[in-house]
Nanobody, 121 residues
Framework: QVQLVESGGGSVQAGGSLRLSCAAS????????MAWFRQAPGKRREGVAT???????SYADSVKGRFTISRDNAKNTLYLQMNSLKPEDTAMYYC???????????????WGQGTQVTVSS
């Protein structure tokens, strides 16, 4: 059974940094596409970054140059390093996994419960 558990969210001032983690179980992260999404109140869930089984990453334009997605295969964990945070980055952040889909669209089969990120100005 695939399970994803996010952690690392919190409150930070604009310009600060956070690193989110997503611990996976029930499968090997290196064999799936994994992604980070976020959803602010009243808004649709949007894709932030993806990383495929080959390790290739893609990012939403809004986070390019500020966020980095990575994974540690030995720990079976996905990460999202977020730098130069802005108030508009405030949202619930979710990790997701899928065996075949690897898009910045919320079509993944497996989801975590989310971790809240709040950026104050």
């Amino acid at each position: 059974q695939v399970q994803l558990v996010e952690s690392g969210g919190g409150s930070v001032q604009a310009g600060g940094s956070l690193r989110l983690s997503c611990a996976a179980s029930g499968y090997t992260v290196s064999t799936y596409c994994m992604a980070w999404f976020r959803q602010a109140p009243g808004k649709r869930r949007e894709g932030v970054a993806t990383i495929d089984s080959a390790g290739s990453a893609s990012y939403a334009d809004s986070v390019k140059g500020r966020f980095t997605i990575s994974r540690d295969n030995a720990k079976n964990t996905l990460y999202l390093q977020m730098n130069s945070l802005k108030p508009e980055d405030t949202a619930m952040y979710y990790c997701a996994a899928d065996r075949t889909r690897c898009w910045l669209l919320p079509v993944y089969n497996y989801w975590g419960q989310g971790t809240q990120v709040t950026v104050s100005s």
